[in-house]
Nanobody, 126 residues
Framework: QVQLVESGGGLVQAGGSLRLSCAAS????????MGWFRQAPGKEREFVAA???????TYYADSVKGRFTISRDNAKNVYLQMNSLKPEDTAVYYC????????????????????WGQGTQVTVSS
């Protein structure tokens, strides 16, 4: 059974930085595209960033472009470096994985993902 476990969330002041991690287990992730989503109270889950299984292709929501960076390593970990955080970035952040994707495929739609983590809270104070 594939499992995704997020960590690294917390409370930070506006303008600060956090690095989220997502540790994957229970599967072979050589062809898994990965993504980060977030959900604020009272709002729908929204796309944040995605990365291809090769790591060479990424895509970002306009709201985080230039501030967030998604990356992955060969040890089944995916990261989200978040800089210049704003109060509107406050949300629960979720890691997701989609199996069987092509070399340069990035996935931006939540419904396309096969596996989800439990989420990690990020709170940005003003």
């Amino acid at each position: 059974q594939v499992q995704l476990v997020e960590s690294g969330g917390g409370l930070v002041q506006a303008g600060g930085s956090l690095r989220l991690s997502c540790a994957a287990s229970g599967g072979t992730f050589s062809s898994y595209a990965m993504g980060w989503f977030r959900q604020a109270p009272g709002k729908e889950r929204e796309f944040v960033a995605a990365i291809s299984w090769s790591g060479g292709f990424t895509y970002y929501a306009d709201s985080v472009k230039g501030r967030f960076t998604i990356s992955r390593d060969n040890a089944k970990n995916v990261y989200l470096q978040m800089n210049s955080l704003k109060p509107e970035d406050t949300a629960v952040y979720y890691c997701a994985a989609k199996r069987g994707t092509g070399y340069g495929v990035v996935v931006r739609t939540a419904d396309e993902y096969d596996y989800w983590g439990q989420g990690t809270q990020v709170t940005v104070s003003s």
